[in-house]
């Protein structure tokens, strides 16, 4: 797995990806950089001080608090950008990586629509709830990554699989490899926990991802 992992870090740069990967990049920083924006305009719009320094403290406050929230941000965002660049990129590593064997499908856009919506509003809010208890020393951290590493780890792979698979036989492959596919889904969170590099998530977690589900189906035989 380890092997995989770094394989898919060194290709997510080559320049196969590089289109992608700042396509994915800039969609990232834009989302960000807009979600940021409007929290700080919606802060000083409700919370207005007479007081000039208390103003400028207050601004500075915001603005500290919104660089702490895009970290737990970034996941969920990312995870909306997978859904857009996913078939694209798990085609390219299926075609150069695997050449001998049989390419996967790409989801119907409406049900890829639906998938990538529900796994953005899951990682919302668990990611939510984690910074919700940034007060609560080492606790937020172990939520992070715990519920990161499950929900990356499961809906990445799931995402991967399906292009082989119906959902039912992707949900059963995923609960006969739970250990791989969570510990798979660690290894992105500890990606996604790392300010500028998170932002090659959607790349790097869909070649892991592909890999991971070859690797594991040919297990199976």
């Not at 870090?9 to 979600?35: C, D, H, K, N």
């Not at 990586?97 to 899951?122: H, N, Q």
């Not at 300010?195 to 790097?204: A, G, K, Q, R, W």
Request: overall charge positive; proline content about 4%.
């Amino acid at each position: 797995m380890l092997r995989d992992a770094f394989k898919a870090f060194l290709q997510t740069f080559s320049p196969e990806y590089r289109r992608v990967l700042l396509r994915s990049i800039g969609l990232a920083v834009g989302l960000l950089v807009a979600l940021g924006i409007g929290a700080h305009y919606a802060l000083t719009y409700f919370v207005a001080l007479d007081v000039r320094w208390a103003q400028i403290t207050l601004d500075i406050l915001a603005a500290f608090g919104i660089i702490i929230g895009a970290v737990f941000l970034v996941p969920p965002v990312t995870s909306l950008i997978a859904g857009l660049f996913l078939d694209d990129v798990a085609a390219l590593v299926e075609r150069t990586d695997f050449p001998g064997e049989p390419e996967g499908k790409a989801l119907p856009i409406g049900r890829s629509l639906v998938l990538t919506v529900r796994f953005f509003g899951v990682m919302l809010a668990v990611n939510l709830v984690a910074l919700l208890l940034l007060l609560v020393p080492g606790v937020n951290l172990v939520v992070f990554y715990v519920a990161n590493g499950y929900l990356l780890g499961r809906e990445y792979f799931q995402l991967a699989a399906m292009r082989f698979r119906d959902e039912d036989q992707v949900a059963l492959l995923r609960r006969h490899h739970s250990g791989a596919v969570f510990l798979a889904g660690l290894i992105i969170a500890a990606v996604v926990s790392v300010p500028i590099l998170n932002l090659i998530t959607p790349v790097f977690a869909t070649i892991f991802m592909v890999r991971l589900h070859k690797r594991l189906t040919r297990a199976d035989y």
